[in-house]
């Protein structure tokens, strides 16, 4: 399965594609410096706008006021130049009008008939001077009028002209007023101020403003960078400790520390990953142990298979199994494999007459004789009911028939010590590998039998005494 993955195209060009969306998803980094530089844009232009909207409304207001202060200061300079005539009122008027925000500047009687006027030369085309008061204007306040062509207006303010009985200098109250109201009435003198220079200056202040606003614009953008990413960075250390733990390090702990949401955030994935880790130590060692336990268990229980329940010793299957294995190295390595069948004469009698509890006792004992005469390399098994048959590896036969010998004479003191009312005898049987011509290891066993067979027969044989002749 795993080589039909690799070797399919559409799955090796997958892995790249799915890496390139990755890095292209916007992440909380740059998501984060998009809102704190939106959140500076909108503000700037928000206090940029209601900055300059406040500011425009306090040099208009301020203009305002110096408009009135202007007309009501020439209304006291003309106080003396109408007893004087309209020559010495047109030489004021000239010499007031030199002022870069003056466009006009016009005295008129009582009853608001032009006297003298006299309009600036630079801005003589941007206003064109009526005689009388301008329509809806309220006297001693500036009213806002706007020609053709004229960008910012200009501010139009009508003030009395009243004969002053001292020289004492004009007097405003808190509405910048003119609180000099005694006199008798003369005339009145109508200036116009210029408000371009005015709006000129509030352009040029807003366009600084401007200038410096994108100025911080351009400086919160990298410095909004620098600290969504200090802000951030940890963040980035986590999920790389939460990667390699998810990858199957769970030593890996996230090495941050700060007061903050994302220092106790690192702090309970710390605490988690310690949980986690000992808690698959304790997994593993309980894994291990029971391993080790089913492992033993498996052991006890292929002893178990392979052993005869009454006898203790090896079963016939077991027998097969280890008689093929020694029979091959016998004949890889020409060493030598000895066979001893031993069967116990007249059991049937014991079991007859004595009943099966006390045929099964011979039958432990037979075993246990056999046991303490074998060597650690020997195998013994139960071969049938009363039938038991051993292997040995490396070993002559005169070493194996000897040693059958000495398993028969045991048996039988051993019989008539426990059970003397039990004449039960053995008969063994003995064979080697080097009497064999076939490679067949069943053929081992056949030999041995056929060997036991003899035995039995002999054993039946009368016994024929000689007798002497009587003379």
């Given at each position: 399965?795993?080589?039909?993955?690799?070797?399919?195209?559409?799955?090796?060009?997958?892995?790249?594609?799915?890496?390139?969306?990755?890095a292209?998803?916007?992440?909380?980094q740059?998501?984060?410096?998009?809102?704190?530089?939106?959140?500076?844009?909108?503000?700037?232009?928000?206090?940029?706008?209601?900055?300059?909207?406040?500011?425009?409304?306090?040099?208009?207001?301020?203009?305002?006021?110096?408009?009135?202060?202007?007309?009501?200061?020439?209304?006291?300079?003309?106080?003396?130049?109408?007893?004087?005539?309209?020559d010495?009122?047109q030489?004021?008027?000239?010499?007031?009008?030199?002022?870069?925000?003056?466009?006009?500047?016009?005295?008129?009687?009582?009853?608001?008939?032009?006297?003298?006027?006299?309009?600036?030369?630079?801005?003589?085309?941007?206003?064109?001077?009526?005689?009388g008061?301008?329509?809806g204007?309220?006297?001693?306040?500036?009213?806002?009028?706007?020609?053709s062509?004229?960008?910012?207006?200009?501010l139009?303010?009508?003030?009395?002209?009243?004969?002053?009985?001292?020289?004492?200098?004009?007097?405003?109250?808190?509405?910048?007023?003119?609180?000099?109201?005694?006199?008798?009435?003369?005339?009145?003198?109508?200036?116009?101020?210029s408000?371009?220079?005015t709006?000129?200056?509030?352009?040029?202040?807003?366009?600084?403003l401007?200038?410096i606003?994108?100025?911080?614009?351009?400086?919160?953008?990298?410095?909004?960078?620098?600290?969504?990413?200090?802000?951030?960075?940890p963040?980035?250390?986590?999920?790389?400790?939460?990667?390699?733990?998810?990858?199957?390090n769970l030593?890996?702990?996230?090495?941050?520390?700060?007061?903050?949401?994302?220092?106790?955030?690192?702090?309970?994935?710390?605490?988690?990953?310690?949980?986690?880790?000992?808690?698959?130590?304790?997994?593993?060692?309980?894994?291990?142990?029971?391993?080790?336990?089913?492992?033993?268990?498996?052991?006890?229980?292929?002893e178990?298979?392979?052993?005869?329940?009454?006898?203790?010793?090896?079963?016939?299957?077991?027998?097969?199994?280890?008689?093929?294995?020694?029979?091959?190295?016998?004949?890889?390595?020409?060493?030598?494999?000895?066979?001893i069948?031993?069967?116990?004469?007249?059991?049937?009698?014991?079991?007859?007459?004595?009943?099966?509890?006390?045929?099964d006792?011979?039958?432990?004992?037979?075993?246990?004789?056999?046991?303490?005469?074998?060597?650690?390399?020997?195998?013994?098994a139960?071969?049938?009911?009363?039938?038991?048959?051993?292997?040995?590896?490396?070993?002559?036969?005169?070493?194996?028939?000897?040693?059958?010998?000495?398993?028969?004479?045991?048996?039988?003191?051993?019989v008539?010590?426990?059970?003397?009312?039990?004449?039960?005898?053995i008969?063994?049987?003995?064979?080697?590998?080097?009497e064999?011509?076939?490679?067949?290891?069943?053929?081992?066993?056949?030999?041995?039998?056929?060997?036991?067979?003899?035995?039995?027969?002999?054993?039946?044989?009368?016994?024929?005494?000689?007798?002497?002749?009587?003379?």
């Amino acid at each position: 399965m795993s080589d039909k993955i690799k070797n399919n195209p559409t799955h090796q060009t997958q892995i790249p594609l799915n890496r390139i969306r990755k890095a292209l998803r916007p992440g909380l980094q740059l998501k984060f410096t998009c809102l704190v530089v939106g959140l500076a844009l909108a503000v700037g232009m928000v206090v940029g706008s209601v900055t300059t909207d406040h500011a425009a409304l306090i040099v208009r207001r301020i203009q305002t006021d110096h408009c009135r202060q202007e007309a009501a200061l020439l209304a006291y300079k003309a106080a003396d130049e109408y007893e004087m005539g309209n020559d010495a009122l047109q030489r004021l008027a000239s010499r007031f009008s030199r002022a870069k925000s003056l466009l006009f500047v016009s005295f008129m009687d009582s009853h608001g008939r032009m006297l003298a006027s006299v309009q600036s030369p630079s801005n003589r085309s941007e206003v064109e001077l009526t005689e009388g008061f301008t329509p809806g204007t309220t006297i001693g306040q500036p009213v806002r009028t706007t020609q053709s062509g004229d960008s910012g207006g200009y501010l139009d303010v009508t003030y009395p002209i009243r004969s002053a009985g001292n020289d004492d200098p004009i007097r405003f109250n808190d509405n910048n007023e003119n609180a000099e109201t005694t006199g008798r009435l003369v005339g009145y003198v109508r200036i116009g101020y210029s408000l371009n220079q005015t709006l000129a200056e509030v352009h040029a202040a807003s366009e600084l403003l401007s200038g410096i606003a994108v100025l911080i614009i351009c400086l919160t953008v990298p410095l909004a960078y620098l600290l969504v990413l200090r802000l951030l960075r940890p963040l980035g250390t986590l999920t790389h400790s939460i990667s390699q733990f998810a990858d199957g390090n769970l030593s890996a702990r996230c090495r941050v520390s700060r007061g903050d949401e994302i220092g106790e955030l690192a702090a309970a994935y710390n605490m988690m990953a310690e949980r986690l880790q000992q808690k698959h130590m304790e997994i593993t060692e309980l894994n291990s142990y029971l391993e080790q336990r089913v492992a033993e268990r498996t052991i006890q229980l292929q002893e178990l298979a392979s052993r005869d329940p009454l006898t203790g010793l090896y079963n016939r299957r077991h027998f097969n199994e280890v008689l093929t294995r020694r029979f091959a190295e016998s004949k890889r390595y020409g060493s030598s494999l000895a066979c001893i069948m031993i069967d116990l004469d007249d059991f049937k009698a014991v079991n007859d007459t004595h009943g099966h509890q006390r045929g099964d006792d011979i039958l432990k004992l037979a075993a246990a004789t056999i046991e303490q005469e074998l060597r650690s390399s020997d195998v013994a098994a139960r071969f049938g009911g009363d039938e038991f048959i051993v292997l040995m590896p490396n070993i002559e036969m005169e070493h194996a028939k000897g040693l059958a010998q000495r398993i028969s004479q045991r048996f039988v003191e051993v019989v008539s010590i426990q059970y003397p009312d039990c004449p039960v005898g053995i008969s063994v049987g003995t064979a080697g590998i080097s009497e064999l011509t076939s490679d067949n290891p069943d053929d081992l066993v056949r030999l041995a039998d056929l060997s036991l067979y003899d035995s039995k027969r002999e054993a039946k044989k009368p016994v024929v005494q000689d007798t002497l002749p009587t003379a």
